[in-house]
T-cell receptor
């Protein structure tokens, strides 16, 4: 299979704190991982593309200093929401591609529901 | 702006019927197309992917692709209440800065009633 683990599943934090979300590919190496955000009743919006050993590529309108992405190994990417505010409350989902040459199949983690008070 | 359009529904079908979900896309160069199922509060789960024109069948699911019309669909035969979910159409970017990235449609809510 292609299992992607995401942790934590739910976070409740106070405004101004930073939150780190981990995304791990458990049974394959993922040179490319993606981070999405989903607001209620909306579709997934790509935030950034994370490549192992290089800087993440952010989509237009996503603040790279607020959403820090680190892809330090072939099985782990982290997203840190810095100085979180209530408007950052959302469902954050990571995905991973098994093979950069593959037919673009992305496998998704279970998601992290962030609530900022 | 690469776009993927779906009818948001909700689509309601009786148990045992065929559910038909449709999707159109704007990037004519796109080569890879995916259908994901998302239950409320959960992350998307891959159901089908298709790359070639025509039909692709997997159990109760059939994906259909028509690149000339820039149209992809998903048929669910013998629909079950457990199929009730939001179905997301996703299209992989063909080149440039969108290469390898998925653009999702807004999703179609399917309800299968007993």
């Amino acid at each position: 299979g292609a299992v992607v683990s995401q942790h934590p599943s739910r976070v409740i934090c106070k405004s101004g704190t930073s939150v780190k979300i981990e995304c791990r590919s458990l049974d394959f190496q993922a040179t490319t991982m993606f981070w999405y955000r989903q607001f209620p009743k909306q579709s997934l919006m790509l935030m950034a593309t994370s490549n192992e050993g290089s800087k993440a590529t952010y989509e237009q309108g996503v603040e790279k200093d607020k959403f820090l992405i680190n892809h330090a190994s072939l099985t782990l990417s982290t997203l840190t929401v810095t100085s979180a505010h209530p408007e950052d409350s959302s469902f954050y989902i990571c995905s991973a591609k098994r093979d950069p040459r593959s037919l673009d199949i992305q496998y998704f983690g279970a998601g992290t529901r962030l609530s900022v008070l | 702006q690469k776009e993927v359009e779906q009818n948001s529904g909700p689509l309601s079908v009786p148990e045992g019927a065929i559910a038909s979900l449709n999707c159109t896309y704007s990037d004519r160069g796109s080569q890879s197309f995916f259908w994901y199922r998302q239950y409320s509060g959960k992350s998307p789960e891959l159901i089908m992917f298709i790359y070639s024109n025509g039909d692709k069948e997997d159990g109760r699911f059939t994906a259909q692709l028509n690149k000339a019309s820039q149209y992809v669909s998903l048929l669910i035969r013998d629909s079950q209440p457990s199929d009730s979910a939001t179905y997301l159409c996703a299209v992989a970017g063909a080149g440039g800065t969108s290469y390898g990235k998925l653009t999702f449609g807004q999703g179609t809510i399917l309800t299968v009633h007993p």
